[in-house]
């Protein structure tokens, strides 16, 4: 076992489950980090549900967790823009579950492109023109700020990927000359500053655990934590020959924690 680990942050769609099956190991993998008093937390750049959601679909899995277990990028988001803009109006392009978040947050939401000073661009299935126009307006002709929840490309699902929040920001992008300012989700550090502190270990006690080689790896990198990259979402291992960054450990799946990592 590698014992200067203490923490584990696991990435979830593509590493712990795909769709609505758990991966090979991730039950067992987990539970034995917990029994062993190891510390771990699960982040996720998809803004699609509250974390109560996600924490549900965790135990409904076979893996235990509470909302306050799971650190999303609108988790970061909203505190991002509780420290700076406590009381700008903003504008989602997202789903319901996003609106709803950010309204219970407390922040102030508008889609009048007069009154927006923030324009957030996220996973959006219900992306549409008119959202394209408004956040195009405000921030091309009223000077909104541009943000976004995560800069994904796609998002892994059972049979292949979908596309993610990286097409919304490329549209805006394009359409307005303005580039975006501010990612909250991976592979921004605030988001692993977040579980860290929540675990109460060092990032370099941390193993971060993804599919990702430009999100869940670069991020692990840049911050001085150990990375592991797992093989049953986006990133294939010919993937890796080419690639500028590299992981501390590839795995088939997240099973091979057990025998790799915990010895």
């Excluded at 091309?140 to 292949?160: E, L, M, R, Y």
């Amino acid at each position: 076992m590698q014992h200067s680990i203490r923490g584990f942050i696991f990435d979830l769609d593509g590493t712990v489950y795909l769709s609505e099956r758990a991966l090979p190991g991730a039950v067992e993998t987990i539970a034995t980090i917990r029994a062993r008093g190891l510390e771990c937390v699960f982040i996720s750049n998809k803004p699609l549900e509250p974390a109560s959601a996600y924490a549900a679909k965790l135990t409904r899995l076979g893996i235990p967790a509470t909302p306050n277990d799971v650190i999303t990028s609108v988790r970061v988001l909203i505190a991002y823009l509780r420290d700076h803009a406590p009381d700008a109006r903003i504008f989602v392009i997202g789903e319901p579950p996003l609106w709803d978040e950010m309204r219970r947050a407390g922040l102030r939401l508008t889609d009048d492109p007069a009154q927006i000073e923030y324009v957030v661009a996220a996973f959006d299935r219900t992306f549409d023109y008119r959202k394209l126009n408004i956040a195009f307006q405000a921030i091309k002709f009223h000077g909104a700020h541009f943000i976004a929840t995560n800069a994904d490309k796609s998002c892994p699902v059972d049979g292949g990927e979908i596309p993610d929040c990286a097409g919304v920001i490329a549209a805006l992008e394009a359409t307005t000359g303005r580039k975006v300012e501010f990612v909250a989700g991976k592979p921004s550090p605030l988001i692993i500053q977040t579980g860290v502190a929540q675990m109460g270990v060092r990032v370099e006690e941390c193993l971060i655990v993804g599919d990702r080689l430009e999100t869940d790896i670069a991020m692990g990198r840049a911050a001085g934590a150990r990375t592991a990259l797992v093989l049953t979402g986006v990133t294939r291992r010919e993937h890796l020959a080419h690639a500028a960054v590299q992981p501390d450990y590839v795995l088939e799946n997240i099973g091979e924690i057990r025998k790799v990592i915990l010895g």
